[in-house]
């Protein structure tokens, strides 16, 4: 008998589609409304959380660990590690687990905009993380990256914007993943953005549609006899 696919769904908690806005109106509008779809699908998630988020919002940051849902970091302020030297990078990485390890244990980590050197791998492990997401299937970075680490790293199965697809292109999609298949969506994606000066990918089917679509592909997922899981589960999970 074949093992249930697991599927981790998980969650960027950052400022309004960076870098092209600014603002928070996806923590304020998005997040209350993707954790109330959460609880009635009874689906844990983990939320990659910028430290300035959590500083802004403590009662979000509260709020999903009332849930059940895993605290991930997700940097300090969403700059890109691709384009930070390395005593900034650890100093990133140092202040945000930090400021969100006072709320809840942190031991996951995922890179702003899935950028993450090897190099900085290292500065995970100095700061007691234990599993990283930086990394994505669809992306050529991922075959080539080879560092040995005692982390381990699970990668991103697709960009955010294939669970707005067409549901008979997003269903075709997603049902050619394997275990596990990590998942991942923005706040500000439940955000109305169609008629923001973004890229076609960021904006289309945001808003309430795109919090049907979510419901929609974690429905299918049940259907298919999933087991969803927090990111925290997948320690020395195989995954190449």
Not at 42 to 59: I, S
Not at 144 to 169: G, K, N, Q
């Amino acid at each position: 008998m074949r093992d249930p696919l697991v599927v981790a769904f998980t969650v960027d908690l950052e400022p309004d589609c960076p870098p092209y806005l600014r603002g928070f109106r996806g923590i304020e509008q998005g997040t209350p409304a993707l954790l109330d779809l959460l609880a009635a699908e009874n689906v844990p998630a983990t939320f990659f959380t910028t430290g300035e988020v959590a500083a802004r919002y403590p009662e979000t940051v509260r709020r999903l660990i009332r849930d059940g849902h895993e605290l991930a970091c997700h940097g300090m302020t969403h700059r890109s590690f691709a384009l930070l030297d390395p005593d900034t990078a650890r100093s990133e990485i140092k202040e945000s687990a930090a400021i969100l390890r006072r709320f809840a244990p942190v031991t996951s980590f995922r890179a702003p905009y899935l950028q993450f050197p090897p190099a900085y791998v290292k500065v995970l492990e100095e700061n007691a993380f234990t599993l990283d997401s930086s990394q994505a299937r669809y992306k050529l970075a991922y075959y080539r990256d080879r560092t040995p680490s005692r982390i381990t790293r699970v990668p991103a199965s697709v960009t955010s914007s294939v669970l707005r697809l067409p549901r008979v292109v997003r269903t075709a999609y997603l049902s050619a993943l394997s275990s596990p298949v990590v998942l991942f969506v923005h706040p500000w994606e439940f955000v109305d953005l169609r008629r923001e000066r973004l890229r076609l990918d960021c904006r289309f089917k945001t808003g309430d549609i795109a919090l049907r679509c979510v419901r929609d592909v974690l429905r299918s997922y049940a259907r298919r006899g999933a087991r969803f899981v927090r990111m925290d589960a997948l320690c020395n999970h195989p995954t190449r």
